[in-house]
């Protein structure tokens, strides 16, 4: 992987890192998750117009993308309802690129190098290390955080096929942003009604607008990556997001330092590298 390649990627992990922090402080995950995918998509509005439109062949891939992305906002407000961030967030991002390389050549024919390879188990082992940390958590946040790593797996293939047949990533991206709150909105009035809803969208927009300008800019970076690069590579890569997801949590969350999650950065950091020179 270029070295801007994996910079870009780098700091698109820190950008997600931090909306996912942001869902996870508030008091409503659910409409906070709903907000940041508001947020993404009115980011999205203002560059349109200056974007060409997706090749006709991604649109069926952006239509299955928001179903996904619909999926993917309900489990990770529901999983970090039900468990630690520790837990549930590595268990989510660390599966998922397991489950991209182990089946990339299959999908999409991708053949990872055995450096490559040798960095995705890395940074996978590294983002385990932290679910063993945080073992304490309950059944349910442990089969909601694996069911979302498959729903992540699943869209990271469509969006990966999809960008590249949009013949450009970014704008197959600002669109990809518009479905999925309309889609998390309309769930949300029918199950609270819409004036609770308003109330929260008119009190937490901030949280929203920030959350959204960095969920976007982070798959923006990872699918633009994604061309450049192979897409289990990049999907590993975007795992040292917990890296700066420790540094939140330690720092803004006060949460405590262990020698697994020291144990884990270690190993991230290692993949990072052996990404590079593979």
């Known amino acids: 992987m270029p070295l801007d390649v994996i910079a870009l990627v780098l700091f698109g992990a820190l950008l997600h890192a931090t909306w996912n922090a942001l869902v996870k402080a508030g008091s409503e995950k659910s409409l906070d998750a709903a907000m940041v995918a508001l947020g993404a998509a009115v980011v999205a509005l203002p560059f349109l117009p200056f974007m060409p439109l997706p090749h006709p062949d991604a649109w069926p891939f ?9 999926a993917y906002f309900q489990l990770v407000a529901a999983a970090y309802r039900a468990g630690d961030i520790g837990l549930v967030y590595p268990l989510m991002r660390g599966v998922a690129p397991l489950l991209v390389a ?4 299959a999908i999409i024919g991708e053949n990872l190098s055995s450096g490559a390879i040798a960095g995705v188990l890395t940074i996978s082992t590294g983002v385990l290390t932290l679910a063993f940390e945080a073992r ?5 946040a442990i089969l909601l955080a694996l069911a979302n790593a498959v729903v992540i797996a699943s869209y990271t293939y469509v969006d990966g096929i999809g960008a590249r047949l949009a013949l450009n990533p970014i704008s197959y991206t600002l669109w990809m942003a518009l479905l999925p709150p ?25 949280r929203g607008l920030i959350g959204g300008g960095g969920s976007i800019g982070a798959y923006g970076l990872a699918l633009w990556a994604m061309t450049k690069a192979p897409v289990a590579t ?3 890569l975007r795992e040292t997001s917990i890296l700066f ?21 270690c190993l991230i950091a290692l993949g990072a590298l052996m990404l590079k020179l593979a």
């Open 136 to 140: 304490k958590g309950g059944k349910r």
């Open 102 to 105: 182990a089946t990339s050549g």
């Open 62 to 70: 952006i239509l299955v993308s928001a179903l996904f992305q619909f």
């Open 182 to 206: 309309v889609l998390l909105f309309s769930w949300a009035f029918a199950k609270r009604g819409i004036a609770p809803v308003l109330f929260h969208v008119r009190h937490q927009w901030w």
């Open 245 to 265: 997801a420790i540094v939140i949590s330690i720092v803004f969350l006060k949460e405590r330092v262990s020698i697994f999650r020291i144990a884990a950065a």
């Open 234 to 236: 990049v999907a590993a």
